[in-house]
């Protein structure tokens, strides 16, 4: 089990970057599988980004791919996203998940609103 905490999120104008961070207690982090989902309002929650327990291996949504970008740092506890070029359509609550399964989906952060102004 582990605790994850997001930051970072906030109010941007659409082109902007910004940079969420999840903060994970437990000893269980670097044995995770670890993503970001997201959820609009109205909308069903969706994976954004994921990565592997050791980092090597990535996946992202199409509609993310080639602006975002997920990154682990496992001496810290800690998992980044990296959201550049960001459009209206990417406002959303993001959270934080990790797990042994894949999409890691068995804990669970109290999610980070990004919202994207046109």
């Known amino acids: 089990q582990v605790q994850l905490v997001e930051s970072g999120g906030g109010l941007v104008q659409a082109g902007g970057s910004l940079r969420l961070s999840c903060a994970a207690s437990?000893?269980?982090?670097?044995?995770?599988?670890m993503g970001w989902f997201r959820q609009a309002p109205g909308k069903e929650r969706e994976f954004v980004a994921g990565?592997?327990?050791?980092?090597?291996?990535?996946f992202y949504t199409d509609s993310v791919k080639g602006r975002f970008t997920i990154s682990r740092d496992n001496t810290k506890n800690a998992l980044y996203l990296q959201m550049n070029s960001l459009k209206p359509e990417d406002t959303a609550l993001y959270y934080c998940?990790?797990?042994?399964?894949?999409?890691?989906?068995?804990?669970w952060g109290q999610g980070t609103q990004v919202t994207v102004s046109s």
């Open positions: 998940a990790g797990g042994s399964n894949w999409p890691p989906d068995n804990n």
């Open positions: 437990g000893r269980a982090f670097s044995t995770y599988n």
């Open positions: 990565t592997t327990w050791r980092g090597g291996r990535t």
